[in-house]
């Protein structure tokens, strides 16, 4: 089992529309966890960081849950821009960055 | 301005041949990554260091190596015994070895054996 695993999707949405994505992770040891975006064939760049029980950020809302072992990302009233690859990623002890395989969005007119 | 420069951009390799990708960072952090990424797939970890003259291997270490000789610089060698190497790799750097700090990508280099 992977430690961090994410559904691929697509996930095709319209504009407007509110989509959230999950990320389950293994290691019952991670302290910290962060969402990060990443378009075509470009890097990854931080999002938003999960701190404790969640944060939001404008549109986006991320929560933990810890005892079930996941996180997840809410995006509401999409925008075509949103459109990219959204990557969970857990950092557990000794700083190693786990990252899921990352969830495709596609915000369409 | 400060940030993780990764050179370079692209990079076309023979059959046979080493190749090294560089990787510097001005942010002075301590921890520095390197990933690789298939088309449509995650990033998988290749080797990491935590400090100075310090690095382990990841998920997916056989066919590199890397060195880790002064804090800014972290360069990745692909060698011949890598089967397999076309890919998108991706530099990181972090603050430090505790937990709880991001990481900071550079552009990545794309690398395409020839």
């Known amino acids: 089992r992977k430690e961090v695993e994410q559904d691929p999707g697509p996930f095709n949405v319209p504009e407007g529309a509110t989509v959230a994505f999950n990320c389950t992770y293994s290691?019952?040891?991670?302290?910290?966890f962060f969402w990060y975006r990443q378009d075509c064939r470009k890097e990854p760049k931080l999002l938003m960081s999960?701190?404790?029980s969640g944060n939001e950020d404008g549109r986006f809302t991320a929560q933990l849950n810890r005892a079930s072992q996941y996180i997840s990302l809410l995006i509401r009233d999409s925008k075509l821009s949103d459109s990219a690859t959204y990557l969970c990623?857990?950092?557990?002890?000794?700083?190693?960055?786990?990252f899921g395989g990352g969830t495709r969005l596609m915000v369409k007119p | 301005d400060g940030g993780i420069t990764q050179s370079p951009k692209y990079l076309f390799r023979k059959e046979g041949q080493n190749v090294t990708l560089s990787c510097e960072q001005n942010?002075?952090?301590?921890?520095m990554y390197w990933y690789r990424q298939d088309p449509g797939q995650g990033l998988r970890l290749i080797y990491y260091?935590?400090?100075?003259?310090?690095?382990q291997k990841g998920d997916i270490a056989e066919g590199y190596s890397v060195s880790r000789e002064k804090k800014e610089s972290f360069p990745l060698t692909v060698t011949s015994a890598q089967k397999n190497p076309t890919a998108f790799y991706l530099c990181?750097?972090?603050?430090?070895?505790?937990?709880?700090?991001?990481?900071?990508f550079g552009q990545g280099t794309r690398l395409t054996v020839v």
């Open positions: 990181a750097s972090s603050p430090s070895a505790s937990q709880g700090t991001e990481a900071f």
């Open positions: 290691n019952s040891a991670s302290q910290s």
């Open positions: 999960v701190y404790s």
């Open positions: 990623v857990g950092n557990n002890a000794g700083n190693m960055l786990t």
């Open positions: 942010l002075n952090h301590d921890a």
């Open positions: 260091s935590q400090i100075v003259n310090d690095f």
